[in-house]
C-alpha cells in the first residue's frame, strides 16, 4: 500500500472504531475497495493499539480510579463487613466486578467464533446484512428515556448482557461501541454511564483480540514500518476526537442519527456482492 491508502485506512480505523457503523465492516470494504484480498493483519493491530490509546487518554482517570481500586480491593474487603455491602456502597467496586463480568462472555464467544470470524472478514454479503442489523439497532434508542439507572444499580444480569452482545461484535458489520451502548440503553441504564461502561468494557476485550491475534501465522505484512507507525498515529488522532462526538451524541440521546449511514453503506455493501 502507498501513504495516501494508509492515511485513508487511519482515518476509517479511527472515525469508524468510536462511531456505531462498525470499524471491522469499515475495514473490510475498503480492504476490498483497495484491492487488498487478503487482510493486512499487522496493520489492522497496530491502528487498533493507535485507537485503544485513545480510550486511554479520553477515560484516562476512570481507568486510574479502577486500577487503584483493584489494588486496595484486599483493603476494602477488610474493613467491609461482606461483599454485598460493599459492593453496594463503593461505586468503583462495582464498577470493577462489573467490567470483569462483563469480559466473561466476550472472551467466551471471541474465542469460540474466532475461526469462524475471521472467515467472515472476507465476505462482504456478511458485512452487508449486519450493517443493517447495527443501524436497526441504534434506531430504536430514540424512543428510550433521556435518564436511567446508576452504576449503584447496575446488576451482574446488566454486565452479562452488554458483555455478550460486545462478543458477538466480532462480526464485521456489527458496531461493538453502537451495540454495547444502545443494549445498555435498552436495559434502562443511564446514557452517560452507557458509553463510560461501554468503552471502559472493550479495554480488555481489545487487549485480549490484539494478544490473539499476535499468534496468528499471517502475522507478516508487506507495509513498511513507517507507514504503520503513520496509519497507527492517524487513527489514534482521529479515534480521540470521533470518541469524544460519539460521547456527545450519546448524551444528547441521538444515537438513532447514525442508522441510515448504517443502512446505506448497508444496502450498498449488498449490492456490491451481487453485482
Not at 447495527?134 to 448482557?161: E, H
Not at 501465522?217 to 460519539?246: D, E, F, H, R
Not at 456527545?248 to 442519527?257: A, E, I, P, T
Request: charged residues 10%; glycine residues 8%.
Amino acid at each position: 500500500m502507498d501513504i495516501l491508502n494508509i492515511v485513508i485506512l487511519g482515518i476509517v480505523q479511527g472515525l469508524t472504531e468510536f462511531l456505531p457503523v462498525s470499524s471491522s465492516g469499515h475495514l473490510v470494504l475498503m480492504q476490498q475497495l483497495l484491492g487488498l484480498h487478503e487482510p493486512e493483519l499487522l496493520f489492522d493491530i497496530c491502528v487498533h493499539i493507535g485507537t485503544l490509546a485513545a480510550v486511554c487518554v479520553v477515560f484516562f482517570r476512570d481507568i486510574l480510579g479502577l486500577m487503584r481500586t483493584t489494588f486496595r480491593l484486599p483493603h476494602l474487603l477488610r474493613s467491609s463487613a461482606n461483599v454485598r455491602s460493599l459492593l453496594k456502597t463503593n461505586d468503583e467496586v462495582r464498577m470493577v466486578v462489573l467490567i470483569l463480568v462483563g469480559s466473561i462472555p466476550t472472551a467466551f464467544l471471541g474465542l469460540l467464533f474466532r475461526e469462524i470470524a475471521d472467515q467472515l472478514f472476507s465476505s462482504i454479503w456478511v458485512v452487508g446484512v449486519t450493517l443493517l442489523v447495527t443501524g436497526t439497532l441504534l434506531w430504536f434508542t430514540s424512543k428510550l428515556p433521556q435518564s436511567g439507572r446508576n452504576v449503584s444499580a447496575m446488576s451482574i444480569r446488566d454486565a452479562l448482557m452488554i458483555g455478550l452482545i460486545q462478543g458477538l461484535a466480532i462480526l464485521p458489520g456489527i458496531s461493538r461501541s453502537g451495540s454495547t451502548i444502545s443494549v445498555a440503553l435498552y436495559l434502562g441504564i443511564d446514557r452517560k454511564l452507557a458509553g463510560r461502561y461501554s468503552f471502559l468494557l472493550s479495554i480488555p476485550a481489545i487487549v485480549g483480540a490484539l494478544v490473539i491475534s499476535l499468534d496468528s501465522s499471517k502475522i507478516s505484512s508487506s507495509i513498511s514500518a513507517q507507514l504503520i507507525i503513520l496509519g497507527t498515529l492517524i487513527a489514534a488522532v482521529v479515534g480521540y476526537l470521533a470518541l469524544k462526538l460519539l460521547l456527545w451524541f450519546v448524551n444528547k440521546g441521538q444515537l438513532n442519527y447514525f442508522s441510515p449511514y448504517c443502512w446505506i453503506l448497508g444496502v450498498g455493501a449488498l449490492l456490491w456482492a451481487m453485482f
